[in-house]
């Protein structure tokens, strides 16, 4: 931010020196003629006045303009068709005299030579005429070089404005440096990092509003926690008797099954309790063998898709394929997508589970002979339209989305719901 602030400050300050140096340098230029115009008119006016009073001798009119000394100047003077000449005019001069008419002084340029021409015609004599030339051309190198002094000197202004601009700059970008470094502290789970406001008004606003506003999530955070670890802790107590109540079960198979369940709910309640104890980290601190995680809950699903004689088919990539989420993500990933067909889809109905390696990627897809999902927001937390919670398919998309992955819903080649969950493989 400072390189643009000191950039609009140069560029800025360069667009008011051209507005400023070219009416100065035509100032100058108009300054200086006018200043040798007045010089050209006193000569050609005290050589008219000579001319007047000794105009019948032409040897005294020159002796009387020697005298004179004339600065810088040449002169010319015609009478009665004959010329007497001081210095050494040219041809332009004679024309420039010619043209005199009795107005007064004339100006006009004779190449660097600024010509001055005054009629004598008032003296009576036809063809009488006085021109002072100027030479012009070492005050043009002289002013030239002024005005290149003056111009480098003012170039030098956009370099202090550069200068001074990025100090001013300081006073805007740190404030907003320390803000954006609060703000990803904040991104990477730290709810006390706040800053103090400092710099403009603005900005003292912002970070005033940038720490209430962290203050208020530290709380709903806070809240959150304390409410998800009572609701955990609640829980159990009723899930420690249901396990209890399976071992009094005579069907070891289904006590078994209950067991499990019971199991698997547990663990979920310590995962969110972890995760309200400490919710921005710890999400991959393990690779898993996703082979072996999806091998495992199909057999644990096996039972119930047999009651509901469901044709079924596993399909595993045969070899193990590592991901950066921990097993209970995975669990829960491959858990929600077998319920949501149990869910959705009537018994009976085919489910066909596979995993695919494909590059970088591994891609788990479950697919069924059911109805299909037609609206593709399904994944999106609490959409479902069939009296579900519609949190399984979210949980799905958050986990996927967590590891650097992405969620299709598609139709299966029998019409049904196609749900791909890719992972990049570690």
């Not at 019948?56 to 009119?61: F, H, I, Q, R, S």
């Not at 809950?297 to 595993?316: I, Q, V």
């Not at 299709?408 to 196609?418: L, M, T, V």
Request: charged content about 25%; hydrophobic content about 45%.
């Amino acid at each position: 931010m400072r390189s643009r602030i000191a950039l609009l400050a140069s560029v800025s300050t360069a667009l008011c020196l051209i507005l400023f140096a070219l009416p100065f340098v035509a100032y100058l230029r108009s300054s200086y003629i006018s200043d040798v115009d007045k010089l050209a008119d006193v000569n050609v006016q005290m050589i008219a006045s000579i001319a007047e009073e000794r105009s019948a001798k032409v040897p005294e009119l020159l002796n009387a303009l020697e005298k004179e000394q004339v600065p810088e100047a040449q002169a010319l003077v015609s009478l009665n068709r004959g010329a007497a000449v001081f210095g050494d005019p040219s041809r332009c001069l004679i024309d420039r005299g010619a043209e005199a008419d009795d107005r007064g002084t004339s100006f006009s340029w004779c190449g660097p030579l600024r010509v001055a021409a005054r009629s004598l015609a008032p003296a009576g004599e036809p063809d009488s005429w006085a021109v002072v030339a100027i030479d012009t051309s070492g005050q043009w190198d002289s002013l030239f070089h002024t005005t290149m002094i003056t111009l480098g000197a003012l170039l030098a202004l956009p370099a202090v404005a550069v200068v001074i601009a990025k100090r001013l700059g300081r006073s805007i970008t740190r404030p907003v440096d320390r803000l954006v470094g609060a703000a990803r502290r904040v991104s990477r789970g730290d709810l006390g990092a706040r800053v103090t406001p400092s710099g403009p008004k603005e900005l003292r606003v912002l970070g005033k509003s940038f720490n209430e506003l962290v203050g208020r999530i530290e709380i709903l955070m806070k809240a959150e926690r304390e409410s998800a670890a009572d609701l955990s802790h609640g829980l159990r107590t009723p899930l420690t008797a249901l396990a209890l109540q399976a071992e009094t079960l005579k069907h070891r198979h289904e006590a078994e099954m209950i067991r499990s369940s019971v199991t698997r709910v547990q663990e979920v309640l310590d995962q969110i309790i972890d995760q309200s104890r400490n919710p921005a980290g710890g999400q991959f601190e393990r690779l898993t063998d996703i082979d072996a995680i999806i091998t495992d809950r199909f057999f644990f699903w096996w039972t119930m898709l047999e009651d509901e004689k469901r044709p079924c088919e596993l399909k595993r990539a045969g070899r193990a394929v590592f991901v950066a989420l921990p097993p209970r993500d995975l669990i829960a990933v491959i858990d929600n997508l077998i319920d949501n067909v149990i869910t959705h889809t009537p018994p009976g109905t085919a489910l066909d589970v596979s995993l695919t390696v494909t590059g970088p990627s591994v891609t788990l897809t479950v697919e069924d002979d059911g109805p299909g999902i037609r609206d593709h927001r399904a994944v999106e937390r609490g959409r479902s339209g069939r009296g579900s919670s519609g949190l399984g398919l979210d949980i799905v998309r958050s986990t996927a989305l967590r590891a650097g992955g992405d969620v299709a819903i598609e139709r299966s080649a029998s019409g049904g719901a196609r749900i791909a969950v890719s992972f990049p493989t570690c």
